[in-house]
């Protein structure tokens, strides 16, 4: 069969490119569609507080968030936003004197609202304190088999499913209660990512949280869905991080059971055996859970959020970006050669 001719080509370049995109739209559209917005976070929040020597105010939210902190008497604080890592906090130009103080922040709401909102923490400063170095105490506080909502990366972006919860708890150390208010905090489950948060810890019906587990008992949901951690022992690490500081906390430790059956939240003693490593687990769209043998990177930042606010834009896993670009190609080098064999 001869070469197409330049026009042919062409044809097929149009052809492929109308193809791929075609496809394109279908997936988008039955992928699920995540808010035009994210909702504004700060630590600490309304009635809480933080010691002077903490490094700042931790925030997430969106690039270009208006951010100001005022005194008791209503005068702007000298301060600005810094980064640690992918997380965000204010940093005033001096340590705060202890007191009461006010920020004010923008934020799109909860319910997406546009234009932003201004909303109001009103918190103590209290004397400073030395920087924490351990977390405390996980138990076991609960258990739980019900349907609830997991995340999957099509449709309206949740669906049912029959799972078994475990709900943890926190005693936290000493030296860590004056700053809780103002931490990040990570989830890890058998070394692994399992969620993050920021700030008070407090209970919550999501299945994954910083502080609840949960496995899938249907076997069914979607190719995508989040079916959390594999039935049977995972070792729990819950981390606090003192945006800003160099602090270096000993993490929470727990083994515990995650399964469908009489033994869920089931603890046993802690296990030292580092060769455990397993896949990074169910984030929206990769259809695993935790305890398949795999290493699994750090999470990007952009999985480090609250589950309430995760979202996915358009299905995992999807290659037909890259089956666009293919096919263009091949249409292109045929019209090329062509050109150069009728020279």
Sequence with gaps: MGLPTGTTA???LFASLAFAAGSLVEVRADACTPPRHSET????????????????????????????????????????????????????????????YTLRYSSHGPDDADPPLTLESVFTVTPSRALPTSTGMLTVVATDRATRSVMTSSGSCVEEADVAMVRLALEPDAGL?????????????????????????????GVRTVLNLFTACDGGGSQFRDNGVKAGAHDVELTPIVVGSAATIAPAKLRVTVSCGPDNGAVHPATVDDDAAVDEGAGVGDGERIGTAAPAA????????????????????????????SLAAVALALAVTRRRRSR
Excluded: N
Aim: proline share 10%.
């Design 10 to 12: 062409a044809s097929l």
């Design 41 to 100: 976070i700060v630590a600490p929040r309304t009635g809480e507080s933080l010691p002077a020597s903490a490094p700042g105010i931790v925030v997430r939210g969106e690039e270009g968030i208006d951010l100001r902190l005022f005194d008791a008497a209503d005068e702007p604080v000298a301060g600005g936003l810094a980064k640690a890592g992918y997380r965000t906090y204010f940093a005033p130009t001096a340590p705060l004197a202890p007191g009461s």
């Design 177 to 205: 209660a004056p700053y809780a208010a103002v931490v990040a905090w990570e989830t890890k489950v058998d070394g692994h990512h399992w969620q993050q948060g920021l700030g008070t810890l407090a209970g919550s019906d």
């Design 298 to 325: 750090e999470p990007p930042a952009s999985r480090a959020a609250d589950a309430s606010d995760s979202g996915c834009s358009t299905a995992p896993g999807d290659r037909r970006p890259s089956m666009l670009a």
